[in-house]
Every structure is written in C-alpha cells, then in structure tokens.
C-alpha cells in the first residue's frame, strides 16, 4: 500500500518578524551570506525576510534560521 504526505498550511501574523530577523542577524555579526547558506536559502530569499517584501515563509525556514541565530524568534502555531 502507497503512502502519501500531506502538508498543512496555517496561516498566522507575526509582527516585527522581519525587524526580529534582522536586529538578531546584526547582532549575530556575520554576513547573511554566510548566514542564509547555513540557513540553506538564497541571500535574496533572506534579504526579502528581512525587508517584509516576502509575504509567507514556511516554519521550516524560520526555525534554520533560528538554529542558526541560536534564538527563538517567538513563532508559534496554536493547535
């Protein structure tokens, strides 16, 4: 029997994440090139977060770049 994977999208507002992301990201001081290699995305991609010109992110991303901040930038789901 075949199995299928199922993605659930919720939709959720988290203000100030993009000034989160970049106040933690200056304050880390390295450059987001090093930063969104490790996050494994583009720096354009990272850049877009940072700026608020990206509308939707996916949990995975934000919790590499948590990872890779080493914080918690407060992104939770209700269930």
Not at 54 to 73: A, C, H, P, T
């Amino acid at each position: 029997m075949a199995a299928l994977l199922m993605e659930v999208v919720r939709k959720i507002n988290v203000p100030d994440l993009p000034f989160r992301i970049k106040a933690t990201r200056e304050n880390d001081g390295r450059s987001v090139q090093v930063l969104a290699t490790l996050a494994e995305i583009s720096t354009a991609y990272w850049y877009q977060l940072e700026s608020g010109k990206r509308k939707w992110v996916s949990e995975d991303v934000i919790r590499r770049i948590e990872k890779v901040l080493g914080v918690d930038l407060g992104v939770t789901f209700d269930d």
